[in-house]
């Protein structure tokens, strides 16, 4: 079996799901086209990536969603207008979406079966490496070091595949994979089961995985095997689940905030976070913010 602890290089983001939730917006936009201030929810997820040292990034679609492609192409005819108009800071923002060193790959998921197939469909790009998984409706917010990059570094030290983590309310386990884990040490605990969306009464535990994973290439051999379930559909969970009998898989309790980004109040929240954080906005935003709690009665922000 490859070893986990070598340096991740690849990064696949699941992004062919429909965004339902934010109809009729994703009706021609979709959901990881929504933005967070000034960039897509993609881009925080890309950045992410990068910091965390990935170079190929695997973007699992579908045959309709061609505005995610776009976004990481060229726009020589805006990029023109931008150089004409000596509008130079926005044409570097247009340039840099990705490094020169970071290659995009997209692959077609032809029919959505599953989280485990999405990642299954990535195979052919990832080949016999460790690779990171990142879900970009998962949006983690950190003054330090990105939640993958302090996985990565977990999974190189100690060879480990790796799960992001963290504590939901009991009455919430059925919207998640949920973990049961020996003692943590540190931020990290050996994972001993994991089972997807469990009914609170079953659930071994309230830790929850969310959407970072580092994974050895040995669960592409498992993801074939497992058997679909309700709707065709193949879980990761499952996959998981078999590696856990072979090699040693971690979870991982991330410094920093997640927002789900997935549901209206989480993307309202994280618009909000971020706001506060800008370089720029955050004095604006905030008194902007006082306003609007001031005109409906609300106690004053502490």
């Known amino acids: 079996m490859t070893p986990t602890n070598k340096r991740i290089r690849t990064a696949v983001f699941p992004v062919a799901g429909l965004g339902t939730r934010f109809l009729p917006a994703t009706k021609t936009v979709p959901k990881e086209m929504l933005p967070i ?36 192409d060229k726009a020589y005819e805006l990029e023109q207008k931008l150089e004409r ?11 840099n979406v990705l490094p020169p060193h970071v290659r995009a790959v997209f692959v ?21 490496e460790p690779f990171a998984v990142l879900l970009p409706d998962d949006l983690i917010w950190n003054r330090g070091p990105g939640a993958l990059k302090q996985m990565s570094d977990h999974a190189q030290a100690t060879g480990a595949s790796v799960l992001a983590v963290q504590n939901v309310p009991a ?4 919207s998640y ?28 535990s309230t830790l929850a995985v969310v959407g ?20 065709g559909e193949i879980q990761l969970t499952d996959a998981i689940a078999a590696l856990l009998k072979e090699a040693p898989v971690d979870a991982y309790r991330f410094k920093g905030t997640r927002f789900d980004c997935g549901t209206h109040i989480g993307l309202i929240e994280a618009t ?19 306003t609007a709690l001031d005109e409906l009665g609300v106690v004053e922000l502490k």
């Open 37 to 72: 201030i000034d960039k897509p929810l993609i881009q925080y997820a890309v950045d992410e990536a990068i910091e965390a040292g990935c170079e190929t990034l695997v973007f699992v679609t579908n045959r309709y969603k061609h505005a995610v492609a776009d976004y990481f």
């Open 85 to 95: 108009a000596g509008k130079h800071e926005q044409l570097e923002l247009v340039r």
């Open 108 to 128: 077609t998921q032809a029919e959505a079966l599953g989280l485990g197939h999405a990642v299954l469909c990535a195979k052919p790009v990832v080949g016999d």
């Open 171 to 174: 009455d919430k386990t059925g």
């Open 177 to 204: 994979g949920i973990v049961d884990t020996d003692e943590f040490t540190g931020r990290q605990g050996r994972i001993n089961a994991i089972v997807e969306k469990p009914d609170p009464k079953d659930a071994p």
């Open 212 to 231: 970072r994973y580092v994974l050895s290439p040995r669960i592409f051999d498992l993801l074939e095997q497992v058997k679909p379930g309700a709707g």
């Open 272 to 290: 909000i976070r971020y706001a506060l954080d800008h370089e720029t906005l955050s004095e604006a935003a905030a008194k902007t913010m006082q």
